[in-house]
């Protein structure tokens, strides 16, 4: 039979008097018990003595902590101190001694934090604008795109539109109409408590009607979409590049843009405007009940006043914002998933810019068109 070879020995440190001794195997696999050692002995402006004959192995890990043991420019003449040793040995132990003896600290860079700001600010306000010029440049592609299909009912996907209106419109209706809902109702709460003062409480009609039609009912739906499904259309796209499916799919020929995009774009522009509307009816509703309980304003006068004093321009200006926010809201997530670099932090970090730069672009648009509605009269 054959012996095995001993297993490696574990290092270890011995002191005798004032001579310090280092036996076994220095290597990085035993480096967290030879750290815990070194921590406990006195370090090389105590020693007297060192014997490196009970050497095993070693390696530089070892070596750093034997530097760190007897001091670097000690270490360095080690050729003086220690002849016995093996020249291979000596060589690597004093090529490393001289190199942290000669190491210098890093220059500290005196502070300015004036001019550190200014960097900051000029290197945020550069992305954010390289950014825009992508998003614009993306928005372009999806919209050539787009032109080139329209024509040809062969290349349409409606399989996968379908699919993405069920995952995008479906699924988010009771979410949608749930939040516009209570939030009609905390409108008409906070209208009728402040109105009551004025006794004025029959115009917590004409305000719930106002904010939902006008604003509140597309905003809310878009904000929706875009922490709901603006992620997922940044994870799918971002797992299938990390995948490398993306790639896949251009060596067979097919433009991703075409395949992954305008299918998710066009359901977005559809699905919207429908959630938009249920949440117009939904927030109403919410003012209603409130209006019902704690005004006595009965479903049948809610409903007259409605008729009477909200014309429908103003449902008509509501309800014209949800495609252009649908088609951002799309983009947006769509361009995220692309940017992805293939590692899941990277995917995270993706799906939390979509989120936040499509609910900022929401709020921005809808703030401008707000502006742009009151002076035209509309």
Known sequence: MTERPAPPSAGTLLQEGGTLSPRGDWTLSHYAALRRELDRCPRHASVAAIDLTGLGALDTAGATLLAELVGAQRLAEIDRW???LPATRRALL???GEAMAHRESPALRPSRPLMDTLARTGQFVESFWQQQRL???FMGQVLATLAATAWRPNRWRLTAVVSQLHQTGLNALPIVALLTFLVGAVVAFLGATVLRDFGATIYTVNLVAFAFLREFGVLLAAILLAGRTASAFTAQLG????NEELDAIRTLGIDPVEVLVLPRVLAMMLTLPIL????????ILGGALV????LDISLIQFLAILQRDIPLNHFLVGLAKAPLFAFLVAVIGCLEGFKVSGSAQSVGEHTTS???QSIFVVILLDAVAALFFMEMGW
């Open 239 to 242: 797992a299938m590049k990390a």
């Open 135 to 137: 998003l614009l440049g």
């Open 82 to 84: 220690a002849p016995d």
């Open 94 to 96: 004093r090529t490393l």
């Open 291 to 294: 209006c019902l309980l704690a």
């Open 276 to 283: 938009s509307f249920v949440g117009m009816l939904s927030g």
């Open 354 to 356: 979509s989120v936040v």
